[in-house]
């Protein structure tokens, strides 16, 4: 092949290539601006419950925990410990959650060309990713207002732990969504997985109040980690004897590889009547 005839075919490509990332990038942002306000649009009390019905949650049992505050949770502000333990889970659930529904919720628009699955899910990570981080961010006005909580004491720790909860739970919900087109009946599974996680991953607790010999064996839970390594960046007070953010990573990152090739698989099993 001549040498400009293979340049002429490279530039094409390149060419196409920048195109379809041009078309996928509005078609991803007309996606978040329609998903924000399809939730938050039709008013303002809705966005504002939205807010409110996880703060008011993490209350009750801010109140409850004081009332019972053991000697365990040392120098650790009870509200700030509820909110960043609440909200790394949360994080994480929503985003499997809303991934996993994303070609059930938009059938109609996946008719048309343009739009692919892909730009779906990665639409509805970027609206669950910037939900929470408002959603957190008030949380933690409300802890410093009632407990004087501090900012962070390791930034960076705090952004790779957040970054691990929300890595799991899109690799998850990537390949759930997969999954459901053929066996819709799968999210029934993991739902109650998740509903036990929540008490076993350390939103409640902290890994230092349990026995040491339970160590091996919570080291399993993904979830685990993320939650100890927030805990562990923002509070100077606390460091975890289980924490690893790799073993997260480790599992996230491979399982975000089968659902990309999961998803790429199962396309012509999408139903759009």
Do not use: C
């Not at 991803?28 to 939730?39: C, F, T, W, Y």
């Not at 019905?53 to 801010?62: D, G, Q, R, T, Y």
């Not at 048309?112 to 779906?120: G, I, Y």
């Amino acid at each position: 092949m001549p040498v400009t005839q293979f340049r002429q075919i490279s530039r094409e490509k390149k060419a196409m290539f920048g195109n379809s990332f041009s078309i996928s990038s509005r078609v991803v942002n007309a996606l978040i601006l329609r998903e924000l306000n399809s939730r938050y649009g039709n008013s303002r009390l809705g966005y504002l419950w939205a807010i409110a019905n996880p703060i008011i949650s993490i209350m009750v049992l801010f109140f409850l925990f004081s009332t019972i505050r053991s000697r365990e949770t040392g120098d650790i502000p009870i509200l700030m410990f509820l909110v960043t333990g609440w909200f790394s889970y949360g994080y994480y659930q929503t985003m499997v959650s809303s991934i996993a529904n994303g070609e059930a919720a938009n059938r109609s628009l996946m008719m048309h060309q343009p739009v692919t699955r892909l730009d779906v899910m990665a639409s509805r990570a970027v609206v669950e990713t910037l939900t929470t981080v408002s959603f957190f961010v008030v949380g933690v006005a409300i802890a410093a207002i009632i407990e004087d909580a501090t900012l962070p004491n390791d930034p960076i720790l705090v952004l790779a732990s957040f970054a691990a909860a929300g890595t799991f739970g899109l690799s998850l919900g990537l390949a759930m969504g997969a999954i459901l087109t053929y066996f819709p009946f799968a999210m029934n599974f993991l739902q109650p997985v998740n509903r036990i996680g929540f008490f076993v991953s350390g939103v409640l607790f902290t890994a230092t109040m349990l026995p040491s010999w339970l160590y091996p064996y919570i080291r399993w839970n993904p979830m685990l980690h993320p939650i100890e390594g927030i805990r562990q960046g923002w509070f100077e007070v606390y460091t975890s004897p289980v924490l690893d953010l790799t073993y997260t990573f480790s599992i996230a990152l491979p399982l975000l590889a089968v659902g990309l090739y999961l998803e790429r698989r199962t396309r012509r099993g999408i139903k759009f009547s």
